[in-house]
């Protein structure tokens, strides 16, 4: 069995309690932290472990709390991004669900560190159900002294809020999040100034995943170096990754950093392998935005090398014929899996998402949506594949946030990999668009 | 689920809450209620009629537009009057993998309505919404704060059967 940093105790009895949690070692990273360390110790053992950011960028927990402006007199921030809406993603909902304790833990060991004295959890509108299990968690730990006021006897003081979305994609954008926060309409800021300047109400302000903040209790108990020993190369310590689709056994699974593509998803201990009497299509490996990747370049790269569910295996090959590891959404399809279809599928989804504020993205989204629907409803032409192609290079890059580049990579890599099939549903289109059919041309499956 | 009083304004206990949401935040920062009070008002009412968002917006001492502007931008919040269950169902990829257009076809044919309209008896409103992060579980819906995952037909049968009694 691989190690667990985040899941090791998410099954026992009642572990969303603070009594059953407190038992299994719990807040025992809050009382070495406050007790014992310095918040710049903290803050070192956070860049030691080189956890990065698991929402899906990728970036350096520690370098990014390093970036934090400290003006004298104005209050800091820490934000938890648990807006998770990326489709193909439920780890954050499953872990706030399953043990609320850790992220509670993370977070006071986390805002010590970086000297915030309010901090909130931002959770999608939709998971309110978990919403009222985190403040229960909040109401405990409150109870036992680890929030509050002076916590510990240390004079540090603590207030935790968590704070409900109201439906919109766009807020996992972390300058979205804080308009939001702020009780506005969820539009990306322009960045500079960057959050760790001017954040939520002007100040100085962290925003990070929720999974990220979770890994603290067991890096400040086991030490940043323990936690880089985890892992391969830059890709240190373990990843929840969202297996959903075609497999035998859909679900959240931690993983060590570096395990292979063909474990992940053949072996009884995560996916299990293709539903039986099925094979393997192609893969969305870190959530609906990262591109495509055709069978043949799932468990191999194109260099023939074992592909690793990593950050860099995974990008290996860069969009030619590589994804990205992004939020760990892992969507396998079977050969069932019409590509043309869930494309639009992921256009429209990106398209109703747009917030609207820059145009290649508000007009871009909404014209994908248009030529991909036509070409799968039987109406497409030959000029519109190329069409698709040249709207998602004007999105990309030439918006204010990420999200336009979300809607671009799909589309693009999709058409890279699966040209023949949206030729196919072009040139028969009554075939094509009848209910569930599927192109069964030339195609490698595994 | 849709109580209705005139004039618009919250029960005591919910005002209560509404009151403790605003203290969360930084004095002057009462804004950042905007999207819980909206919460609590959809809660109360089933709906924000533009009445309920004056209301908060004078609870909030913001503006009314302020109050539209953000209703209007996010789609959790229902800017019509709704069946006393609505039933919001995910359409992105990973439920679709998973059969979820059948049982949405199912479920509509079941309900005789379409995405966004209301059973004559006011029982049930059908929204499509984007991915729940539910995907491992799909297809899915959600009933309030319930997810409801795995659908099959025999499920949606027993769902509707029981919220009907």
């Known amino acids: 069995m691989a190690r667990k940093i985040l899941t090791e105790h998410i099954n026992v009895p009642g572990i969303e309690t603070f009594e059953v949690y407190r038992k299994q070692g719990g807040y025992v990273a809050v009382e070495k932290a406050i007790k014992t360390m310095t918040p710049d110790e903290v803050v070192e053992e956070a860049k030691k472990s080189g956890v990065r950011g698991r929402g899906g960028a990728g970036f350096p927990m520690g370098m990014k709390w390093g970036f934090l402006a400290k003006p004298e007199g104005v209050p800091r921030y820490l934000v938890c991004n648990a807006d998770e809406s990326e489709p193909g993603t439920f780890k954050d909902h499953h872990l706030m669900k399953c043990i609320p304790h850790l992220l509670i833990e993370g977070m006071i060991v986390s805002s010590y560190a970086l000297g915030a004295n309010k901090s909130f959890i931002y959770v999608r509108g939709e998971l309110m159900y978990v919403i009222r299990i985190l403040e229960k968690a909040i109401e405990e730990a409150k109870a036992q002294g680890f929030l509050g006021k002076n916590i510990l006897g240390s004079g540090y003081d603590l207030e935790l809020v968590v704070q409900p979305g109201g439906g919109a994609y766009i807020c996992g954008e972390e300058t979205a999040l804080l308009e939001s926060l702020e009780g506005k309409r969820g539009n990306p800021r322009n960045k500079p100034p960057f959050p760790a300047v001017k954040g939520l109400y002007q100040s100085p302000t962290v925003v990070n995943n929720v999974e990220s903040i979770s890994n603290m209790p067991w890096i400040i108990n086991n030490g940043g170096d323990a936690y880089a020993a985890i892992g391969v190369g830059r890709s240190t310590g373990t990843k929840l990754i969202s297996a959903s689709g075609h497999i035998q056994k859909p679900g959240v699974y931690e993983i060590e950093l570096g395990v292979s593509v063909d474990e992940f998803l053949n072996s009884d201990e995560y996916c299990g392998g293709i539903r039986k009497g099925h094979h393997l299509k192609a893969l969305v490996a870190g959530g609906s935005s990262v591109p495509i990747l055709p069978a043949h370049l799932i468990t191999k790269t194109a260099n023939g090398e074992d592909r690793l569910m990593s950050y860099e295996s995974l990008s290996d090959g860069g969009f030619a014929t590589g994804t990205m590891l992004g939020s760990g959404g892992f969507i396998v399809f079977d050969e069932t899996a019409c590509i043309v279809r869930n494309t639009w599928n992921f256009s429209r989804f990106y398209h109703h998402e747009s917030c609207g504020q820059c145009s290649p993205c508000r007009e871009g989204t909404g014209w994908m949506e248009k030529v991909l629907h036509r070409i799968e409803h039987g109406h497409g032409s030959m000029h519109d594949i190329d069409l698709l192609v040249d709207i998602s290079k004007k999105i990309e890059g030439n918006t204010i946030c990420p999200l336009g580049d979300a809607a671009a990579w799909p589309v693009a890599s999709a058409i890279r990999h699966f040209r023949d099939e949206f030729v196919w549903h072009i040139t028969h289109p009554q075939e094509a668009s009848q209910p569930g059919a599927v192109y069964m041309g030339e195609m490698t499956l595994v | ?165």
């Open chain 2, 1 to 165: 689920m849709t109580e209705t009083s005139n004039p618009v304004a919250f029960t005591p206990e919910r005002l209560a809450k509404v009151k403790e949401i605003i203290d969360r935040y930084p004095a002057g920062r009462q804004k950042s209620a905007l999207l819980p009070v909206l919460h609590v008002a959809q809660e109360q009412w089933g709906w924000v009629s533009s009445e309920v968002m004056d209301y908060v917006a004078g609870l909030l001492d913001i503006l009314p537009v302020e109050v539209y502007e953000v209703a209007t931008f996010y789609t959790m919040y229902h800017l019509d009057a709704v069946g006393k269950h609505v039933i919001e169902y995910c359409r992105t990829g990973p439920c679709c993998l998973m059969g979820g257009e059948e049982i949405y076809g199912y479920l509509q044919e079941k309900l005789g309505i379409k995405a966004g309209e209301t059973t004559p008896d006011g029982l049930f409103t059908l929204k499509e919404v984007e991915c729940l992060a539910a995907c491992g579980w799909g297809p899915v819906f959600q009933i309030r704060e319930k997810f409801y995952m795995n659908l099959t037909r025999e499920k949606v049968d027993e769902i509707i059967d029981e919220l009907s009694k």
